[in-house]
């Protein structure tokens, strides 16, 4: 019998089908050096659409972009989520976010983009917002060394609240535009030498431009949503020995639908 659920869904922007598995943008700074997807979540999904069968649940990821104010957060997740570039600065006053749907491997996924305040004063707002994020991203504005530094602090404090190993972490270098060829080679050296400490993927954008924009949205969903196919994977088979409901509830992230797009 089909799943109900399958009929409800709205189809995906074609813009946003994911085929094959997304480059890295430097493989010495990089999660997965893989051109595929992973065998077992590839069959998975082969084998659900065969039967047309829905998942349990509808795939959802929460990505949480942080680092220091004026880095280009806010600029980054509007050129990829409305094509559109400010070129004045308002801050974000706590958190705010957005929703994109994507297909990948012909299942349904959506990613909640979450943008939080860079700014110390909202600091406390925007932290209870990194609970149960499944990808980090933290950011750093190209043309300020400084803001490299600082993510550090940003990614200790993101991954504080969150469980161990439960979130994959990227490191992102925005404003490229404004930069020479020599200075982005001498940046990406010292940005690839943090990404490895922090275990995290590094790549350069420009919200400007859009370069590289779309292409690290992908990777990320395609990362994301490789995990949460794994993770259901991993409950049902630990689930059907009769341990599911602890280690599905501490794998699990249910994002809360009860939070405002924009709070402060
Ligand atoms: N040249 C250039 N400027 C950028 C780019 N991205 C952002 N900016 C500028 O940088 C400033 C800050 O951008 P925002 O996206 O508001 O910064 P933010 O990190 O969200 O700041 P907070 O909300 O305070 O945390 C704005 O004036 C943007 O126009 C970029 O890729 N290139």
Redesign the pocket.
């Known amino acids: 019998m089909l799943d109900r659920r399958m009929h409800f869904c709205p189809p995906v922007s074609r813009d946003r089908v994911i085929s094959d598995f997304p480059k890295c943008y430097n493989p010495k700074a990089c999660l997965q050096e893989k051109d595929d997807w992973n065998s077992q979540a590839k069959m998975a999904c082969k084998e659900r659409a065969e039967r047309q069968q829905a998942w349990d649940r509808l795939k959802m990821s929460k990505a949480v ?1 942080v ?13 990829f989520c409305k094509d559109v ?9 706590g958190v705010d976010f957005e929703i994109e749907r994507f297909e990948l491997s012909g299942i349904p996924f959506s990613l909640q983009i979450w ?5 110390e004063k ?1 600091k406390c707002i925007a932290s209870a917002y990194y609970r149960g994020a499944h990808v980090i991203i933290t ?1 750093f ?1 190209m ?1 300020d060394i400084r803001t490299l530094e600082h993510t550090r602090q940003w990614l200790v404090e993101a991954l504080r609240e969150n469980e161990p190993n439960a979130c994959s972490v990227f490191l992102l270098g ?5 930069m020479s060829p020599e200075m982005r080679a001498s940046l990406e050296r010292d940005a690839v030498k943090l990404a490895s400490e922090l275990q995290a993927e590094f790549w350069m ?5 859009g ?1 590289n924009v779309n292409e690290f949205f992908f990777r990320v969903a395609a990362i994301a949503f490789e995990d949460a196919i794994l993770r259901d994977l991993e409950g049902t088979a630990t689930q059907s020995i009769g341990q599911g409901d602890i280690i599905r509830a501490s794998l699990e992230t249910t994002p809360n639908k009860e939070v405002k797009k924009t709070c402060c």
């Open positions: 972009v680092g220091d104010l004026n880095v280009g957060k806010t600029c980054l997740i509007n050129r570039f400010d070129r004045d600065y308002k801050a974000t006053i943008d939080t305040a860079g700014q909202f950011v504005d043309s925005t404003k490229s535009d404004l954008v420009s919200s400007k431009t370069e």
